[in-house]
């Protein structure tokens, strides 16, 4: 090996290493968002007592750059293929999705903080949560894809037993 081809090789390597960086610092640059949600929330110590659950969706902006939520919306895939290929059998938008004097969409969400949207079930949004089959998503207007994030449903004491109860009278 002489000079010219070890200089070479240092170059190669060196570029290398700066487009690696360079890529990694394109990828992790801009919003990045984290979703979290309650699958049955409620109220309390409002003015007005509520007997309602809620989905409630909590938004936060981990990246270095702000972006605007636009549209809090639900949906219901048949399979994982369909939800690969984003393809809905239900889809919904959530045009109010503030409690009490709230934050809606259109909503500026900065680096570091976090959006809480949430929205009241009806008979048939319910079931699609019990059966696991319930995505929400945000839409913002740094991507042309929501970020969506499943509802995970947790039978409450009292669905626990009546559920107990009707098997026992099935025996």
Not at 117 to 133: F, N, P, Q, R
Not at 137 to 154: E, F, G, L, M, N
């Amino acid at each position: 090996m002489n000079l010219t081809t070890g200089i070479a090789l240092y170059a190669a390597i060196v570029a290398t290493s700066s487009l690696t960086l360079s890529l990694r610092k394109w990828l992790l640059t801009g919003p990045v968002l984290a979703l979290s949600v309650m699958a049955c929330g409620r109220t309390f110590g409002a003015v007005e007592p509520d007997d309602q659950e809620y989905i409630v969706l909590n938004v936060t902006n981990k990246g270095d750059m702000p972006t605007t939520l636009s549209t809090m919306a639900a949906f219901q895939y048949r399979t994982i293929f369909h939800r690969w290929l984003r393809k809905p059998y239900f889809a919904a938008i959530i045009p109010r999705p503030n409690l009490l004097g709230g934050v809606g969409t259109p909503s500026l969400l900065a680096p570091g903080t976090t959006w809480m949207g949430a929205a009241t079930y009806d008979d048939g949004v319910l079931e699609m949560a019990k059966s696991g089959k319930l995505f929400v998503a945000i839409h913002c207007s740094h991507s042309k894809r929501p970020a969506v994030a499943k509802v995970r449903w947790t039978e409450s004491a009292e669905e626990r037993i009546a559920r107990v109860a009707a098997q026992a009278e099935q025996q």
